[in-house]
């Protein structure tokens, strides 16, 4: 079974998974786990291998990479104008914009609007959801069922999720975790609990997998006056919202239901349709391995239920979240250009070995490393230990369609845990502590400090180490015994390095002579 057997799908406002330890510990967990790191082995191997495939096919790569960071950093400089000309796009066009400043605001508008809504008792008491990054972010199912409001998944993965009572490990996959025969299980014992059940005799095969899902959510998608949604982009000229999809259940969320809601973070905005169409080449690529996505929906404002498909009341929750407090750090800003297109996940050697579920967030991987902390702060234990998560290899940057310097941030962000100091917070100048568990490595650092400015004391005590060496534990005490028990420590020469060059005449005294035997 997977690690997530038995656990709550919970998540506080935070986008927090309710009781998860610090990443150390949960990695740790995750990594004796066979079954787990089977199927995140097979499937980020797949990805990750179509994906280059993909990309090779594009000769100007190289040349969309850099357009889309140059089109997100030119947004990002001017967001509070584009946001404004998005929500005067919007308005013209029929629909009604929120600004939601935290979770528990965007929660509370979407509530109100559900409720708001017409209809018979079970009408008002359920809403459809399409796939959606920040809906999970600020734990809107959670909010909505406090309520007495079900929020129904649609995408197949996330219905796997939510049928399980779990978690979600990758942004684009989230049962990546999960293998067939453990999908038929929950399909066969939690169908019936959410409304029609699984067939009788379902095996494990793709294609009956897929019909029960189908079978399952098509009374939904007919009954529901309600639908919920994200969006990848938002084109600002226009006020037009783009999801791209490859089931086609956002379709049915997008069109068939009388009200939409959309709950979208503030960075999502794009200019104009012509800086869409680079992201429209980048995302289906470096995501899925495709060349175009099989289902791209754009809708713009209301439509005339008489004469097209679509909402005749269509409102938009534009989420700040940590956002506006992310952008005012020069470094780790750049995490805001994410299109949440996961190939870091599938690049990454410590996200195939511990799992999505150990980064404790809703976005797990390089990018939640960096994201995550930024979006809630690093007072946490769990947001403390994320920039942690990483081997630095850089391969997450390479392969990231909009350029986004992950390990740059991933370091100045452990800069900021073992520092402290003072950062924006909602908007507040507030002085972070630093986390618990760094003391001893700063008091460290700062003694290295005073012996590497004051050369007699470093002279001294270089040689009391060479004559004392005999005495070094193999394992460090105290706070560094974590350190050196995966690690092991380097050998105290019997001369320090600088006696040796001095009584060598720089080195000269100890090299060969010519033509003597090396």
Not at 109 to 115: D, R, S
Not at 327 to 344: F, H, M, P, T, Y
Request: charged share 25%; proline share 6%; hydrophobic share 35%.
């Amino acid at each position: 079974m997977s690690s997530t057997s038995g656990m709550s799908g919970m998540s506080d406002t935070s986008g927090t998974f309710v009781g998860m330890p610090a990443f150390p510990e949960a990695a740790h967990a995750a990594v004796g786990n066979k079954t787990l790191r089977a199927n995140l082995r097979h499937a980020t191997h797949t990805i990750r291998d179509k994906r280059a495939k993909a990309v090779s096919e594009l000769s100007d790569w190289a040349q969309l990479r850099e357009a889309g960071k140059r089109i997100k950093d030119e947004t990002l400089r001017h967001l509070d104008r584009y946001l404004v000309q998005l929500e005067e796009s919007v308005t013209a066009a029929g629909g009604t914009v929120h600004w939601a400043t935290d979770a528990d605001e965007a929660n509370r508008i979407v509530t109100e609007l559900v409720k708001a809504t017409g209809g018979s008792d079970i009408e008002k008491h359920e809403v459809v959801k399409v796939k959606s990054m920040a809906t999970q972010e600020i734990g809107l199912n959670e909010a909505l069922e406090a309520e007495g409001i079900h929020a129904y998944e649609t995408d197949l993965a996330e219905l796997i999720v939510q049928l399980g009572k779990d978690r979600p490990s990758h942004i684009l996959v989230p049962a990546i975790h999960r293998n067939r025969g453990e999908i038929r299980e929950i399909f066969a014992r939690e169908m019936g609990e959410w409304g029609r059940p699984a067939p009788e005799g379902l095996t494990d095969t793709p294609a009956e997998l897929a019909e029960a899902a189908r079978l399952h959510l098509r009374e939904k998608f007919l009954r529901a006056k309600v639908g919920v949604s994200g969006a990848n982009f938002m084109v600002a000229e226009t006020g037009t919202m783009v999801v791209v999809e490859s089931e086609g259940n956002g379709r049915m969320c997008l069109t068939l239901p009388e009200t939409l809601i959309s709950v979208v973070g503030i960075e999502k905005v794009v200019p104009t349709w012509r800086d869409l169409e680079v992201f429209l080449q980048t995302l289906p690529r470096s995501s899925t391995a495709e060349r175009m996505n099989p289902y791209t929906s754009m809708w713009t404002g209301t439509t005339d239920p008489d004469t097209a498909d679509g909402p005749r009341d269509f409102h938009l929750v534009l989420l700040d979240n940590g956002r506006t407090d992310t952008l005012a750090d020069e470094v780790g800003r750049q995490a805001l250009r994410c299109i949440r297109c996961s190939a870091c996940l599938n690049v990454c050697p410590v996200y195939e070995r511990a799992g999505g579920h150990a980064y404790g967030s809703v976005y797990p991987g390089p990018i939640g490393a960096i994201l995550s902390p930024q979006l809630r702060g690093t007072q946490s234990e769990i947001d403390a230990s994320l920039p942690y998560a990483s081997s630095l290899c850089g391969a997450c940057y390479e392969v990231c369609p909009v350029a986004i310097d992950i390990p740059e941030v991933l370091v100045h962000l452990r800069e900021r845990v073992v520092q402290g100091g003072p950062v924006i917070r909602h908007g507040t100048k507030v002085t972070l502590r630093p986390a618990k568990g760094h003391a001893a490595e700063r008091a460290a650092m700062r003694a290295a400090g005073l012996a590497f400015a004051r050369p007699g004391a470093l002279r001294m005590g270089q040689r009391l180490a060479s004559k004392t060496r005999r005495l070094h534990p193999r394992t460090l005490p105290g706070p560094g015994r974590a350190w050196s028990a995966t690690r092991d420590l380097p050998k105290v020469p019997a001369e320090p390095f600088r006696d040796w060059w001095r009584r060598t005449n720089g080195g000269q005294a100890a090299m060969p002579e010519k033509g003597d035997k090396q």
